[in-house]
């Protein structure tokens, strides 16, 4: 693992998409746009490694997200194995850059200090500054330019040590949705164990979407914590419409969506929208009722937050539901337990043979709406993809058929073999075969 710090600006994600060949991390001119830590691959020539973007290192700060960032940096820092100290070239050595650098020299850890920025041989001037660091190897690159980024890498990957990684399939991918402020990172740190994350009651603390790996009971996980989704009308900002598009990316990312709600607010509109982003991307969904904890209970409060939900949320009935508290850990775990049942749904196939009984027995009991005087057959169904489950449905007239009579067959498919907690499509087809050949 290679951790890039330094203080805020200074092109750390910049350098860190470049390294991943992604957009992963947001690149913006405001400092402190990277807030927790980020994780990335990167193959480089046959050797892979794992590169951490962090925060803006301020070793004096005492606003609480800055601190909050320091620490993240310094956890980063122990987790590497190797530190890219990343500082700016146009801007010169500063005060900050020094104190960094005194806390770097504590560490045993092998440290690459870097000045980013250095466009042209006119800018390398600049450099001579830096040597009162005291340091002898200095390296100078433009991550936007891709200048002197391979050279740095090389020297960095040459000294990393081998490891035989196996890439094992089964990773079951889980994001976290929802508005700003419900408590999605509280509930990634629970479900972690530790202080993965920064949590803080500033609505829309995480920025970046956050990817962690992790195991237990023998299987492993991808969480991927996501910014807060606001309403249109109050994203003014244009680093938050962009944060706005990574939720939305990691929505397509992942296997199933844990859509959290703020229990003391209850469901919202926002809520719905959130949801229904999931929904329209065919994602599994866990509905995470979060903060429980703090509603006074009778033995009617479920049932009635349950059929709110169910009111709200008509279009996605199949989702499982769960009452958690992020601040006590109360059914926190299962999330996780959930996920597995849902993942197991989502790759479950219906037999041909009695999924057309099931179709047919449905046709009989209730005949598809005429459309324009023409009478509507279903011939045939079969299961041709999973995850989700998707059905071909053949028919003489595929664009007649009504939502209402889709939404009778999906609901007689799920009666019979279950698909909880994911949705199920059907596409209806015309059937197709022979001309038939009349004789005169």
């Known amino acids: 693992m290679i951790a890039i710090v330094g203080r805020p600006n200074v092109g750390k994600s910049t350098l860190f998409n470049r390294l991943t060949k992604t957009r992963k991390a947001i690149v913006h001119d405001m400092p402190g746009v990277t807030i927790d830590r980020n994780y990335g691959e990167v193959d480089w020539y046959g050797k892979s490694f ?68 250095i466009d042209g041989e006119k800018a390398e001037e600049a450099v001579y500054d830096f040597y009162n660091l005291g340091v002898e190897n200095i390296y100078t690159i433009s991550s936007e330019h891709n200048r002197g980024v391979t050279d740095l890498i090389d020297d960095v990957a040459s000294k990393l040590p081998d490891y035989n990684l196996v890439e094992e399939e089964g990773i079951t991918r889980l994001a976290i949705i929802g508005r700003p402020n419900v408590g999605k990172s509280s509930i990634v740190n629970r479900i972690l164990g530790s202080d993965r994350l920064i949590v803080s009651d500033l609505p829309g603390t995480t920025r970046d979407s956050i990817d962690t790996l992790f195991e237990t009971d023998g299987k492993r996980y991808l969480l991927i914590d996501t910014a807060g989704i606001r309403r249109k009308s109050k994203v003014s900002d244009r680093l938050e419409k962009y944060t706005i598009l990574k939720s939305l990316d990691s929505i397509n990312r992942c296997d199933i969506a844990i859509i959290v709600i703020d229990a003391a607010e ?91 009984r099931v179709v047919k027995t449905a046709t009989l009991r209730h005949h598809p709406p005429a459309c324009q005087g023409r009478f509507v057959k279903i011939y045939y169904s079969s299961q041709f993809l999973v995850s989700p489950p998707t059905f071909a449905i053949f028919t003489n007239y595929p664009n007649d058929i009504h939502f209402s009579y889709e939404r009778y067959l999906e609901n007689k498919i799920r009666e019979a073999f279950g698909y909880q907690g994911t949705p199920i499509k059907l596409k209806f087809k015309a059937r197709t075969g022979r001309k038939k050949i009349f004789k005169k």
């Open 266 to 356: 209850g469901i919202t509109e926002q809520d719905v929208k959130v949801a229904g982003y999931a929904h329209e991307k065919g994602k599994g969904c866990i509905i995470a009722v979060n903060k429980w904890d703090l509603i006074e209970k009778d033995n009617m409060t479920v049932g009635k937050y349950v059929d709110k939900i169910r009111i709200s949320l008509k279009y996605m009935d199949y989702a499982c539901i769960v009452f958690i508290s992020a601040l006590t850990g109360q059914r926190i775990m299962k999330i996780i337990k959930l996920a597995d049942e849902i993942v197991e749904q989502r790759n479950k196939r219906a037999p041909t043979g009695e999924l057309n």
């Open 50 to 117: 794992t590169v951490v973007d962090t925060g803006g290192f301020e070793p004096v700060a005492a606003d609480k997200i800055i601190v909050q960032m320091r620490e993240q940096a310094q956890l980063a820092i122990e987790e590497a194995e190797a530190i890219i100290f990343l500082m700016d070239g146009k801007e010169g050595l500063t005060s900050v850059d020094m104190a960094v650098a005194d806390i770097l020299r504590k560490t045993e850890k092998q440290v690459y200090y870097v000045i980013n920025k």
